[in-house]
């Protein structure tokens, strides 16, 4: 990249919306100028994104595939002005042609081609991979529609188609060169080749030609350009469509709507599985298309493939890439004549796993038939894997015929993509030290005792450049003034911010950076929800998928709980709150629909009673994405992280809560823990069942909630009010699910499952510490600032490097 040099930016700009538009930048809508300027600032990297693949070859430089079906990464435009350090020069010129930065910005739909944690995480990494000057590539599916968008109606949830590419794409580039074709279904036939070897032919399949569109992915300030490889399908002949054959007529016909579906829309539910058929075609497309071009990519430099994991690993995000492993055999076997020996020694030396949650809905399992039916030669790889690994299970353990039962890949009917991953991997890491912890002596024990050395741990992190030098620039700059710009590249230097806890100007400097991105928040709330805000109440929030697990639920129940307490005492002393929700349900999941309703009741009920004089507002935020993520961090106070301990593999907001200066309110899980080790318990506030005790609960089978609603009247008043109609005026059943699920429970399933009646007090009690707290002015600034300054752990840059170190070993490139 050349200096900046405004004059030849504003001309680009303008020759775009010139050429694309045939207009002149006067009439260009706020849409053309985005992507005019869009255009031109992928021109501004173009170069480096070209010169960083050269430098990788020419270095013979290894490269990790993050292998993943969603990468939530949210707008590109402001983060890549942001890496490219051209913020101050690129806002001045955009001013010159008339325009805002911040409202062009807008313009940009997100790219949301992800649920939540899982793929936000994925993105996290391409940013640290790029900054750090690791080779990678990210490998995923362009799907059409992205994660749905969210709207209120009456206080339910709707689902609105995504269509994010409406207006075309300014970042991606298509790369027809590297297209590969994807085969599903039709038959296997054997046959001996001349030299007396089975070969394998798939026959009578259909396929996909799968095209991949890049993005780059830009390191800060250091020329080192990724690549963000995502995959669509397209029809492959097209021209049979005239054929007088029945049968080639039909074929043509079917592949065409194969190739229409595979890349349609991503499944919006995390932590759910519906074995649907579409999924594994999606996952299958997309690994297949990854793998093939991964291998070829490799032997145009190399010539021995028995080395392939010296120069490549692949990383599965979760089991949904697992068919990663009996492709990488596939290719081994068929394309490349290995033996099977020597293919199992090159794919379990190039494959990782990384485990994301312990919950048993979200454990993928394909019924046989499906799996085989739509992918023969690999369920027959798998098959072999499978039968290898009982017979190594019998040999280890010949007297335990549970084993056989707890770890086969294939049992009951199903394929056990836990189980074939970990089996085909060299790494198995779960994604905090509790989590980790929890998958070695509780969920993936016998697969722990039988490759100990597999396991390891990988505390999740997230990058400082968009969460807070791009999303909180009033306080990154703050902090670049106290400490330098260090920080941006090495978060641990955020430590030298300790001093500065202690001091009273700098607490009210904090304080007051903190009040004017409440200001920016309730602007937005104001604008959106119609609702007045105060920006000196407690800035209360808890943003996040919903799930049960999650516990959204005892969030709004104390919510409820308070009001009924000003209620009662209208002269209490209470220093006001602002609770502040966001969420996304799974369109299929009934009661977390019926929790985003309650809040919103809730909000409706308190929210409009004047006799409380606003020491309450709730508010739910349409459609929480990454771009409202950035405004809603800076203006916390509170972050709320509830789940029930055990069950929160990691979380990932909570650490982009504590970048931005906001206090947690926790439960010990996921990476909770190791935030208030960080940060030491005085300056975070804890409650709850600790994990250990909610998994020895459960292996009672529960515990009794009705002793805890029949015990306390407040906590009874608080569930009954599910039902009376408080809420619920128009129709008293609206919440009956939710009360149920907290004294009952339903098919089987143990009444409150998540604690949450079990945790409502202690909860309740960490919240008074909360308001007393925040009473506190400076002691709640130097506690906040605290939190700022022992964040440097959760960087996604500190994972990345341990990524490095313990699994993928690359070297970085010298540019
Ligand atoms: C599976 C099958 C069909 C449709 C969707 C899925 C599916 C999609 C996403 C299942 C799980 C998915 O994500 C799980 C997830 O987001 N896990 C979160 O991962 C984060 C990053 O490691 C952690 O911080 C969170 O604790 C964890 O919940």
Redesign the pocket.
Same mark, same amino acid.
């Given at each position: 990249m050349q200096e900046f040099d405004k004059k030849e930016f504003k001309k680009n700009v303008e020759e775009y919306i010139g050429v694309f538009f045939r207009r002149p930048i006067e009439d260009a809508t706020r849409q053309q100028v985005y992507q005019g300027v869009a255009f031109t600032v992928k021109n501004m990297i173009i170069d480096d994104w070209l010169e960083a693949h050269k430098a990788y070859e020419e270095q013979d430089l290894k490269t990790v595939y993050y292998l993943s =079906?969603?990468f939530l990464v949210g707008r590109a435009l402001g983060n890549m002005i942001t890496n490219l350090k051209a913020d101050a020069s690129i806002r001045e010129a955009v001013e010159e042609l008339g325009y805002d930065l911040e409202n062009i910005e807008d313009e940009e739909p997100d790219a949301a081609l992800? +649920?939540?944690?899982?793929? %936000?995480?994925a993105a996290c990494f391409l940013d640290s991979l790029s900054t750090l000057g690791y080779p990678a590539y990210g490998c995923g599916i362009r799907y059409k529609y992205g994660m749905f968008e969210q709207k209120i109606e009456n206080g339910y949830q709707v689902e609105v188609p995504d269509n994010w590419l409406k207006d075309g794409n300014p970042f991606e580039i298509k790369r027809s060169e590297y297209a590969t074709t994807v085969k599903f279904g039709g038959y296997v036939r054997m046959i001996r080749d001349e030299y007396g070897n089975d070969r394998f032919i798939q026959e009578n399949y259909q396929s996909v030609r799968a095209i991949p569109y890049d993005m780059p992915i830009l390191g800060y300030g250091n020329h080192v350009v990724n690549t963000l490889r995502i995959w669509n399908a397209e029809a492959i002949d097209t021209f049979n469509l005239d054929s007088f054959d029945k049968g080639e007529y039909q074929k043509a016909v079917e592949q065409q709507n194969l190739a229409r579906t595979i890349c349609e829309v991503l499944?919006? +539910? &995390? #932590?759910?599985?519906?074995g649907?058929e579409l %999924?594994l075609k999606q996952q299958y497309f997309f690994v297949s298309a990854s793998i093939q071009r991964a291998v070829a990519k490799y032997m145009e430099r190399h010539d021995d493939i028995h080395n392939l994991h010296e120069k490549v690993c692949f990383q599965l995000n &979760?089991t949904?890439p697992t068919v990663t492993v009996p492709e990488l055999m596939r290719i081994l076997l068929d394309d490349y004549y290995l033996g099977w020996e020597e293919a199992w020694s090159i794919t379990t030396k190039t494959c990782a796993y990384?485990n994301?949650?312990i =919950?048993s809905e !979200?454990l993928?399992k394909w019924p046989i038939d499906l799996f085989k039916r739509l992918l023969p030669r690999i369920y027959q790889v798998v098959e072999e894997i499978n039968r290898r690994f009982i017979l190594q299970i019998l040999k280890e353990y010949p007297s335990e015929a549970k084993k056989i039962e707890k770890m086969a890949i294939l049992y009951d009917g199903q394929v056990r993509m836990a189980n074939l991953a970990i089996v085909g991997s060299f790494s198995v890491n779960g994604? !905090?030290k509790l #989590?980790t912890e929890i998958l070695k002596k509780q969920e993936l024990k016998d697969f722990y005792e039988m490759f100990p050395g597999k396991f390891n741990n990988k505390t +999740?992190g997230i990058t400082q450049r968009r969460f807070l030098l791009h999303g909180n620039p009033l306080l990154a700059s703050w902090v670049t003034h106290k400490i330098g710009d260090g920080w941006i590249t090495d978060l641990s230097q955020m430590q030298r911010l300790i001093p500065y806890a202690e001091d009273k100007q700098s607490q009210k400097e904090f304080l007051e950076i903190k009040y004017k991105n409440k200001l920016r928040l309730m602007n937005y709330i104001k604008e959106k929800n119609g609702i007045t805000v105060s920006p000196d109440s407690i800035f209360d929030v808890q943003v996040k %998928?919903l799930h049960e697990y999650k516990r959204q639920l005892l969030n709004i129940l104390h919510v409820m709980y308070l009001y009924n307490k000003i209620k009662d005492n209208p002269d209490m002393e209470f220093y006001p709150r602002t609770f502040i929700f966001g969420a996304k349900a799974s369109a299929g999941y009934e009661r977390a629909k019926a929790i985003i309703k309650l809040i919103n009741s809730v909000g409706e009920v308190v929210n409009n009673d004047s006799t409380i004089q606003d020491k309450i507002k709730v508010v739910f935020i349409e459609n929480y994405r990454v771009s409202n993520a950035e405004i809603i961090f800076a203006a916390a106070d509170v972050s709320e992280q509830i789940?029930t301990a055990s069950k929160? !593999?990691?979380?990932?907001g909570n650490m982009k809560f504590m970048l931005n200066g906001a206090l947690t309110l926790g439960t010990l899980d996921? !990476?909770n823990v190791e935030i208030v080790e960080e940060v030491g318990e005085e300056n975070a506030f804890l409650f709850g069942l600790h994990s250990d005790e909610v998994i020895e609960y459960e292996h009672q089978g529960g515990y009794n909630p009705r002793e805890v609603y029949n015990s306390d009247k407040e906590i009874k008043r608080v569930v009954d009010q599910l039902v009376d109609g408080t809420y619920s005026k128009e129709d008293k059943t609206l919440f009956a699910s939710l009360y149920e699920s907290l004294l009952s429970g339903r098919g089987g399933e143990p009444a409150d499952r998540y604690f949450i009646l079990k945790d409502f007090r202690s909860y309740e009690e960490a919240q008074k510490k909360v308001e007393k707290a925040y009473c506190n002015k400076e002691g709640w600034a130097k506690s906040a600032l605290m939190n700022i300054a022992k964040c440097g752990k959760f960087s996604s840059d500190r994972t990345i490097e341990e990524y490095v170190r313990d699994i993928w070993h690359l070297t970085k490139v010298h540019r």
């Open positions: =079906m969603e992800g +649920n939540g944690g899982l793929g %936000r995480l499944y919006p +539910n &995390d #932590h759910h599985i519906a649907k %999924r &979760d949904h990384t994301h949650t =919950m !979200a993928e994604v !905090a #989590h +999740n %998928r789940s929160e !593999a990691s979380g990932t996921g !990476a």
